[in-house]
């Protein structure tokens, strides 16, 4: 729950419409701000203080204990201009949910922590757990000092800046011999992850654990948590595996309700994954057993389970029993290793405008280390761009050789994000991407705003009833489809949006395609809008008829909408009416 405490009338008024904005918060009126605060900070996760940093700073300071378990605390102005993390930016969620409190308030989110003031991924703001000296490898990081990225696989991780080097040395864009690391970040799901270079580095190290374990367990009837926790940690422990790596517990469907097993399961924080036995028993292990095909029909459930959970991966600790003194085993263990997934974002930008670009396309542009798209899309988002990201731009033409590239990149494992203007799946890349990808990455989709809706909202209403997009260019289409499918439309009284309308070799269609959707429609009365370059700096558009429009003003970055029969232009604006019953 989150906290509000106000002290002023506009401090209440703000607090009341962040509370319908975010739900889950309760405003705090105690008779002293004080009162509020220390009851408030006993009760929620977080706080918003629509107070003066200063009184907001006096009022915690006998409260706060240490990073990791304080609150995460926003304060607001009293004009609600700013929302500023105070305390608590990473762990309490402080920097999230002044962004969040911004956002609903229209105001301006003020975040000090370093590392999101400069555009470095926080290390331990990537979703993996991580162990180690966090704040002094962050500290080299943010320096510029050259820092060893010592990874056991490739992996889907955001760019980091340039004096992040992979290590050993690569042939390109390695750490010098001469540049003495001052830090390492390992990769690994091992605990001791130096041990493969013949000991502990001499500066600080951090190792983020990709969650890359999946720990099978066979369980008899009333197993104690106890002894599965025991056991899997001995296991780990013994290859020297961290249980920050560990996915999932995979077990038989059978024991999917077996209490000991769902409180391991909720003990370590993470899922238990269960299979049929018929699909663990078709899996090929070292150890198969008489007792499990008795019991539950497989030969094997710790092994089988660890290596279907790892989608078919490496198993790399064989069965293992628990050893209870005194009494008979009632678990098994046996631990398999994912192979890496990468991560292929296809990212929408929308029409052009930075503020019709949402969050989420936002936020997976800065998960990404190679971005790909076509070069005037880069150029929209390059700012948002990580410091280090690989850029594989590409000129007209290209476009879907280079959406196959994304995906083989993404398949060596990289955090990929292929960009395009509107809907990036809209007349653009995801299609070509996705048909080559196959089940081994995964794939990521953030929707845009696409030109037909932006034009839709600047023209006023036109999409108000039944409607479709139609690209007029036939290079890839011939052009007896695109006819058949306009003939379609206009026989069937759909509103339509004509993309990629008319360029300087491809003059004919569009009067062609007008004439068509003319033989149902009333050229005199049938409104067209045309929309050009919609939301960037030379937009325009006009709403005329199908007999006055003038095809000379339509180039590419223009669509053109033709209403049904039913629209008209209103005020100057194109309306469709909503439906049947609506119209009068
Ligand atoms: N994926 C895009 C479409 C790409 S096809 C989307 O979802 O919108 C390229 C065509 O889109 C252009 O020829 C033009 O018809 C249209 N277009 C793209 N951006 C536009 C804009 N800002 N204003 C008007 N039309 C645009």
Not at 43 to 53: G, I
Not at 348 to 356: E, F, Q, S, V
Not at 479 to 487: A, D, G
């Amino acid at each position: 729950m989150i906290g509000l405490i106000a002290a002023t009338a506009a401090g209440r008024r703000a607090a009341a419409r962040l509370a319908e904005a975010l739900g889950d918060c309760r405003v705090y009126q105690e008779a002293s701000v004080g009162e509020a605060l220390r009851r408030a900070w006993s009760e929620c996760d977080q706080l918003v203080c629509f107070l003066a940093t200063g009184a907001t700073v006096r009022l915690i300071a006998p409260l706060l204990a240490d990073k990791h378990t304080d609150l995460g605390v926003v304060c607001v102005d009293e004009a609600a201009r700013f929302a500023v993390a105070l305390v608590g930016g990473h762990a309490g969620g402080a920097n999230a949910l002044a962004e969040r409190t911004a956002e609903a308030l229209e105001a301006q989110p003020v975040l000090t922590t370093a590392t999101d003031a400069v555009g470095v991924p926080g290390l331990d703001t990537l979703g993996w757990p991580v162990t180690g000296e966090v704040a002094a490898v962050g500290r080299a990081v943010l320096d510029g000092s050259p820092v060893r990225l010592v990874a056991d696989a490739v992996h889907p991780l955001p760019a980091l800046p340039d004096n992040v080097r992979p290590w050993p040395p690569t042939a390109t864009g390695s750490v010098k011999a001469a540049d003495a690391p001052a830090a390492t970040v390992y990769v690994s799901d091992r605990l001791a992850p130096w041990a493969a270079e013949g000991g502990a580095p001499s500066g600080p190290s951090v190792v983020l654990h990709p969650r890359s374990l999946a720990v099978g367990v066979g369980a008899s009837r009333g197993v104690a948590a106890a002894e599965v926790l025991d056991l899997v940690a001995a296991a780990l422990a013994d290859a020297g595996l961290s249980p920050h790596a560990v996915a999932c517990l995979a077990s038989v469907d059978a024991k999917a309700d077996e209490p000991g097993l769902v409180e391991a399961a909720r003990t370590l924080g993470v899922e238990l994954v269960t299979f049929t036995a018929d699909a663990l028993a078709a899996v090929p292990v070292p150890n198969p057993s008489a007792a499990p095909l008795a019991a539950v029909g497989t030969p094997s459930v710790a092994e089988a389970a660890a290596v279907v959970a790892a989608g078919g991966g490496e198993l790399l600790v064989p069965k293992r029993k628990s050893a209870p003194e005194g009494r008979a085993a009632m678990c098994t263990v046996a631990v398999a290793r994912r192979p890496v997934r990468g991560r292929l974002a296809v990212i929408g930008l929308g029409p052009g405008a930075r503020d019709l670009l949402t969050p989420r396309a936002r936020t997976e542009l800065r998960r990404a280390s190679v971005v790909v798209g076509l070069d005037q899309y880069v150029d929209q988002i390059r700012d948002l761009l990580r410091p280090g990201v690989r850029i594989e731009e590409t000129g007209l033409g290209a476009e879907e050789e280079r959406a196959r590239s994304a995906v083989r990149l993404a398949e060596q494992g990289l955090a990929v994000a292929l960009i395009g203007s509107g809907d990036a799946g809209v007349y653009a890349m995801a299609s070509p991407a996705l048909a080559e990808a196959g089940p081994d990455i995964d794939v990521v989709g953030v929707p845009g705003v696409t030109a037909a809706l932006a034009a839709s909202s600047l023209l006023g209403a036109p999409l108000g009833h039944d409607h479709v997009s139609i690209s007029l260019s036939d290079l890839h289409t011939p052009w007896e489809v695109i006819e058949r499918r306009v003939r379609a439309a206009a026989s069937a009284d759909l509103v339509v949006t004509f993309y990629n309308p008319r360029s300087r070799g491809r003059d004919w269609q569009l009067p062609k395609a007008l004439a068509l959707l003319a033989e149902h429609r009333d050229p005199a009365t049938t409104p067209v809008g045309v929309a050009h370059a919609v939301s960037r700096p030379d937009e325009w558009c006009t709403v005329t008829t199908l007999a006055e429009v003038d095809v000379t003003t339509v180039d590419m970055t223009t669509v053109v909408v033709v209403g049904n029969t039913a629209s008209r232009a209103v005020a100057g604006r194109m309306v469709t009416p909503r439906g049947y019953r609506w119209q009068g």
